[in-house]
């Protein structure tokens, strides 16, 4: 009885060193559409994103740990963010990243901006003047996050209020 005790202690604190006790080296990146690196990005440590990070920097995370990571929220040459990864379903800026052995590189991307845009709503039988448009810009640092020091985030499509 005493040796399976041992035993079970033993292999419950190696898998916790083995598990838990490793890091992760990933590269954090920010780039524009010509992928030359731009501008800073913030970490959050629990309590603000004091700390910057260079593009193109690596750093070991614990693994199995999430990182939240802020992109610039700045307009560059003419570039804002646009989404995490290329993942242009998911476009909130900052975003929480589950550290794994797959993690490699996490990468914020800028995109162009485009001025002059006109918006111009045409109902059949109607004059043109008629009718309401809302535009939601999904990209627009509108929400302060309680949960992240008042960090002002997008929030993407999701969790607009209603007009």
């Not at 009885?1 to 838990?20: A, C, D, G, P, T």
């Not at 709503?121 to 810009?137: K, Q």
Request: aromatic share 12%; hydrophobic share 40%; with cysteine.
């Amino acid at each position: 009885m005493q040796k399976r005790i041992f035993f079970l202690v033993f292999l419950i604190s190696f898998l916790s060193v083995s598990i838990f006790g490793q890091t992760k080296n990933v590269i954090i990146d920010q780039v524009k559409s010509d992928n030359s690196q731009v501008g800073e990005l913030n970490l959050w440590d629990g309590n603000d994103f004091d700390e910057i990070i260079q593009p193109g920097t690596d750093i070991d995370f614990p693994l199995y740990q999430n990182q939240t990571i802020l992109g610039s929220q700045l307009l560059i040459d003419g570039e804002k963010y646009c989404n995490w990864n290329l993942q242009m379903s998911d476009v909130v800026n900052f975003k929480t990243f589950e550290i794994t052995p797959l993690t490699n590189m996490l990468v914020s991307y800028f995109d162009e901006t485009h001025t002059g845009i006109i918006i111009r709503n045409s109902l059949e039988g109607l004059i043109p003047a008629a009718g309401i448009i809302v535009f939601r810009d999904p990209w627009i640092a509108d929400l302060k996050d309680s949960g992240y020091n008042n960090q002002k985030r997008n929030r993407g499509m999701s969790a607009h209020p209603q007009s």
